[in-house]
């Protein structure tokens, strides 16, 4: 399965991005699709999750400004990043974990400054 996202970009303070990524491949029924960043010099931390089913989990950091969400074709996700900060500028990755399927997307950049 090869994930491809994209969507980012610079964007100021208080501004909006809305980030795809799209799996290729046999993703199966059961599977949870996830997005990570990385901002330089930390490690890549959990953004945001959903599962097949519709369920949600987020990071503290961006609860009440993201939110994730599944296309009809259940093979793409979505970021919708709101009121954006200088702290969300990273590269944002997207991620799908499901039985014997763990996949990374290849990153695309997020920058909030004014």
């Known amino acids: 399965v090869q994930l491809q996202a994209c969507g980012g970009g610079l964007v100021q303070p208080g501004g909006s991005l809305r980030l795809s990524c799209a799996a290729s491949g046999s993703i199966g029924s059961i599977n949870t699709m996830w997005w990570y960043r990385q901002a330089p010099g930390k490690q890549r931390d959990m953004v945001a999750g959903i599962t097949s089913g519709g369920v949600t989990t987020y990071a503290d950091s961006v609860k009440g400004r993201f939110t994730i969400s599944r296309g009809d074709a259940e093979n793409t996700v979505y970021l919708q990043a709101n009121s954006l900060k200088p702290e969300d500028t990273a590269v944002y990755y997207c991620?799908?974990?499901?039985?014997?399927?763990?996949?990374w997307g290849q990153g695309t950049q997020i920058t909030v400054s004014s």
């Open positions: 991620r799908i974990i499901g039985p014997r399927l763990n996949s």
